[in-house]
């Protein structure tokens, strides 16, 4: 049976993927927000835009690599992972699908809010 | 001594005498034995003798005994704690019903006069507020107290005292809340306070009571939340590793961890609400460069969060409840851990939705626009889990479970409205209507209440022995069920024919009189139906037989308890190896029973519980535990003088109620805390020694005041939020011709805090080393720089001559000044009282929690320090030179 030390799995881990989510958002938000406020209300958004697609690539690039550390982790045993059993490669599996799920979710998340800025152009 | 430290360790079950033994009706899942790890322990192979078994067994209850008479009340168990907490919620929630029902009378007929419009404002800004603060967040907290220890095998949370303290804060700001309307002095500006309505438009008390009667509240739930947090991580039975924790525990960490997250907005919020209604800080005054909007900022950064945090425990609830009887485990248990802690984050990114019409630009509203759709995926995946779990299992017909398939209904068209709602361009129709106030009681009644009913008809054997009845249960849902959908659906449309929410009455032939007369039929229906759950709670029931233990064939552990239920939580502790231990491992109430697990004796007659490594549930201590004490009842009385009377203004009352408060809590601290243990091993069973002593990160004090200082990090960051809000708002902020607070001073004052941080570290460093006379030196050192940087800190912007009541800007640079001052004073106390711990031989070189604790207060304010000169003075000078 695949043992993996205790050291090796951190619960901080699982905050990874949708903390990038709230950096995306925080800093799109932020963008948009400023760049309004000192453009006037109907300025277009143009720099913001491009901002935030930046931020949206960097996010989707960061949530990705956090995607492959849950996939590396979930697939340690062979065969199917069983993640409802006392082992500790049960858990280290676990970790991981909460990892590779959580991913998903933050991604998905992000490309919404970058839509937002897809559709609308200016800060009216 | 006790006997189990002769038994065999480690010894395994025999196989023949312990073969499996199933209730009937459970799915028989012996064919698929999960597969265990080597070096899992299995309860002692023979019992305890019978007399030694006895004895242990009159040990653990003379230590766990609740005092008796007046004592009672002296009482920190949870069993006890959290009961009084739920009933107080309870009877909060009958209040803010009673008021509920005054509303609806007056709003059956056109032009009434039951209520006048200010006491209607009262009404319904003390409905929302109780609702929200006294029942909905606290039923949380309260509930989780009661049941959390037993789910997780524990004797009791990390921190009994603490709970009890912050149930003592929780009643007696609530009280002070509730009373206020009976003088007709309640705050009336709504539940969410908007300025400048409350601040130069509300003269009086009420909106103070509001601010500081709920600051006192939120301090109790941030105790709570530390307590709850730590409760899951650490104090988890040997062998739960994360996998294998019950859904219930993932779903209070999250939530838990939000309030550390959602409440400091709120908190900083009302204290600049505070200042500015008391001391004319024009936070929120745009005449003197202030922005109401900042408030709707704040408010919502914890007002939306808000929402999933109380949806959170109860869904946590149902998670529990549906796979018992589903007579199954959970269906995708990875997906509900998932959806928890996705809602945890997403639920941070909504607060906007609430601020559609204040004239923020479209990219702001489609961002929390596209957040709120996407929060709503987690959502679903949960109900998609629980939906596959009954169709996969045998669904058993049962009170607890009718209630659920009720909030199903419910909830999810409050979810549907939701994502109506969360549309920005049919908000802007109904926003301020009563279709909102249809939505989210759906959202509130069908995610919370009707789960919480469901937890109570569920868990009440567990508190009290005794079933609940069935027949006056089920009359209850169904009119409560139907009364509830006769009280909100027809307010969909009366919001849509434009019926506005707070206004006290409305005019004849606008058709809303039949909608409006329905809604209140309905809401005495909805009444009638709650009225009866409390009198099946509250009616006698001596005659009643007790409940079978485990009475509905549960898996989780918290149905091992006997009924009813012992003081001292569970008898032994056992090793944990599945989900659903009941289920799946064999002859587990007796062995528990037995006392063949961890700590099933307490010889030094101490309250005690084991702490677990954070991933693995490894055993890593023994932890005393408090006893009995009315330090918590004193402590937040004195504490909540504090806020009382401040609500008044009577300031020099308030200040010397909060001094009495501080010299209670040090005596709490000093006596009730870090004990020095008379060796420094325990054998706790199966023969296992765990250290009776543990400082730095691994100790349970360590992990709290990390978590503190993170709530109390976020309150800050809100506050530097403002004035980078007020920045982004103003074309030159700060405004031309303001001299800040100079660089020199603020500047020196950091200099001087890193020096005394630096000393901090160090003394930590020499008591290790045992150089007790450097230790005194450079604590001392520390005390002194520190008291300096505080006034180097004040002193910056009382030389320029900032008026904080001026400006929105030498307001916040006064605010920010002062909040790292009034750090520093208390990490100097902080120091002192580390000297004086080791003055008296409390704290030794290896005995070192005190000042372990103290150095990462420091590491916070020091942080704290830097971004305070960092902002206020180095932002003027980047701002300068900005295009």
Known sequence: MTEVPEKHDSLLWV?????????????????????????????????????????????LAAVGLVAMRGLRSYRITDGKPRIDVDTSAARHQFLGFTLLSLSGLSAVAIVYQALAAVFIGSCR | MSQTEDAPPTSRPGASDLAPVLEPGLVDRRAERLPRADFDV????????????????????????????????????????GVWYVTSCFIFFLFAGVLALLMRTQLAKPNSTFLSADTYNQVFTVHGSVMMFLFAIPIFEAIAVVI???????????????????????????????????????????????????????????????????????????????????????????????????????????????????????????????LERAFAWPFFDPARGGDPLLWQHLFWLFGHPEVYIIFLPSIALVAMIVPTFSRRPIVGYGWVVLAAIGTGFLSFGLWVHHMYTTGLPGISLGLFSAASMAVSIPTGVQFTCFTATMLAGKVTRSLPMLWIFGAFAIFVLGGLTGVMVALAPLDFQVHDTFFVVAHFHYALIGGSIFPVMAGVYYFFPMVNGKLLSERIGKIAFWLSFVGFNITFMPMHLTGMRG???????????????????????????????????????????????????DPWKAGTLEWVQE?????????????????????????????????????????????ETIITSVVDGTPQQCQRLPGSSFLPLVAALTT???????????????????????????????????????????????????????????SIGYWAMCITMLADLTAFISMVFGYFYFWTIHDDFPPPGTIGPGVLWPVAGLALVAGAWGLTLLARRQNRHGSAQSFYLSLGGGVLLALLGAAALLIGPWQTGLDPASHSYPATVWLLMSWSALHLVIGVIMQLYCVARRFAGKMTPRHDIDIGNVALYWHFTALTVAITVLVGAGFPLVSEVMP
């Open chain 2, 42 to 81: 299995g309860p002692l192979s023979d019992a305890p003798p019978e007399a030694l078994q006895r004895e242990q067994a009159a040990r653990l209850v003379e230590v766990w005994e609740t005092p008796k008479g007046f004592r009672y009340w002296s009482s920190v168990n949870n069993s006890d704690v």
């Open chain 2, 640 to 698: 909540g003088g504090f806020f009382i009377f401040g609500t008044f203004h009577w300031w020099a009352l308030a200040i010397g109620s909060l001094g009495v408060a501080l010299g209670v809590i040090l005596y709490w601290l000093w006596t009730g805390t870090a004990h020095l243990p008379e060796k420094p091993h325990k054998h706790v069973g199966l023969g296992l020694s765990l250290p009776l002593y543990v400082s730095g990160p691994g």
């Open chain 2, 148 to 274: 959390l220890p037993q789910i997780l095998g524990a004797r009791d949370l990390p921190f009994p005292r603490l709970s009890a303290f912050g149930f003592w804060c929780f009643i007696m700001g609530g009280l002070f809340l509730c009373g206020s309307i009976f003088f007709g002095a309640a705050p009336s500006g709504g539940w969410f306070m908007y300025p400048p309505l409350t601040s130069s438009y509300t003269p009086g008390i009420g909106p103070d009571i509001w601010l500081l009667g709920f600051s006192f509240i939120e301090v109790a739930a941030i105790a709570a939340a530390v307590e709850l947090i730590v409760g899951v991580l650490k104090c988890r039975p040997p062998g739960m590793r994360v996998q294998l924790m019950p859904l219930y525990a993932w779903y209070v960490l999250v939530a838990a961890a939000m309030i550390l997250f959602a409440f400091p907005p709120l908190i900083a919020g009302s204290l600049l609400l505070e």
């Open chain 1, 15 to 59: 905050a990874a993927a949708p903390g990038v989510w709230a950096a995306h958002f925080l800093l799109s938000y932020a963008t948009a927000a400023v760049w309004c406020a000192k453009q006037g209300s109907d300025a277009p958004l143009s720099l913001a835009r491009g901002a935030i697609g930046v931020f949206t690539l960097a996010g």
């Open chain 2, 499 to 549: 019926m506005p929410r707070r206004v006290f009455t409305y005019p004849e032939g606008l058709g809303l009189e039949t909608l409006n007369l329905v809604s209140s039929i309905g809401s005495a229906i909805l009444g009638v139906g709650l009225a009866l759950v409390f009198v099946d709670l509250v009616r006698p029931r001596k005659k009643q037989p007790l409940a079978p233990r």
């Open chain 2, 563 to 607: 009924m009813p239920g012992k003081d001292w939580g569970i008898r032994s502790i056992p090793e944990i190896d599945s989900r659903y231990p009941l289920w799946d491992q064999p002859n587990l109430i007796r062995d528990i029973d037995e006392g063949r697990f961890y700590l099933p004796d307490a010889e030094e007659m101490r309250r």
